[in-house]
T-cell receptor, first 115, second 113 residues
Framework: GAVVSQHPSRVICKSGTSVKIECRSL??????MFWYRQFPKQSLMLMAT?????????EQGVEKDKFLINHASLTLSTLTVTSAHPEDSSFYIC???????????FGDGTRLSIL | DQQVKQNSPSLSVQEGRISILNCDYT??????FLWYKKYPAEGPTFLIS?????DKNEDGRFTVFLNKSAKHLSLHIVPSQPGDSAVYFC????????????FGKGTKLTVNP
């Protein structure tokens, strides 16, 4: 079946550091990739939608200069959390969708902890 | 403003019995609904979906029912197995699922041997 790989699975770093998270579709070409965030005991909330070769579309309240998204190819999207602060600590997860009537397939997520 | 609600944070059933997970939504423009299963330290895995033009979709032990007038859907698992123990997320979407998903908070299902 479809596989989405997300790396790294866990990051612990100091405040002010920029962190890059990669999302790859391994066996299909992802026309669209989505980035979600989940705070404890909350639901997954969409941050942004990215289509290959175009700028990402951000949800209301998500700072695009803070969360940089690059969807450089049909199999890779990256999320960079710039100058991360403790309040950015969360679970970040990507999903990818190919053509046709396929559901979104998710990566295993990245647990980001900012000290 | 939570558009997709899973009001039961947890559910416990005996092996072999039926598990019923419920989900309510508020936006009548949703036209596609999905259930995902999530094990600890893994991402959500797609389980089953249903289009708003249907009221039932079945796949093996899993059946999803949709009641549009009540804006309610449910996932039935029968018979339940211990390996079904996981967190189940209900999600809703527009345009057949190609757009963003709006998730509920999840229900943790425990199937006891």
């Amino acid at each position: 079946g479809a596989v989405v790989s997300q790396h790294p699975s866990r990051v612990i770093c100091k405040s002010g550091t920029s962190v890059k998270i990669e999302c790859r579709s391994l066996d299909f070409q992802a026309t669209t990739m989505f980035w979600y965030r989940q705070f404890p005991k909350q639901s997954l909330m969409l941050m942004a939608t990215s289509n290959e070769g175009s700028k990402a579309t951000y949800e209301q309240g998500v700072e695009k200069d803070k969360f940089l998204i690059n969807h450089a190819s049909l199999t890779l999207s990256t999320l960079t959390v710039t100058s991360a602060h403790p309040e950015d600590s969360s679970f970040y997860i990507c999903s990818a969708i190919g053509g046709g009537n396929q559901p979104q397939h998710f990566g295993d997520g990245t647990r980001l902890s900012i000290l | 403003d939570q558009q997709v609600k899973q009001n039961s944070p947890s559910l416990s059933v005996q092996e072999g019995r039926i598990s019923i997970l419920n989900c309510d939504y508020t936006n009548s423009m949703f036209d596609y609904f999905l259930w995902y299963k999530k094990y600890p330290a893994e991402g959500p895995t797609f389980l089953i979906s249903i289009s708003s033009i249907k009221d039932k979709n079945e796949d093996g032990r899993f059946t999803v029912f949709l009641n549009k007038s009540a804006k309610h859907l449910s996932l039935h698992i029968v018979p339940s197995q211990p390996g079904d123990s996981a967190v189940y997320f209900c999600a809703a979407s527009f345009q057949g699922g190609s757009e963003k998903l709006v998730f509920g908070k999840g229900t943790k299902l425990t199937v006891n041997p």
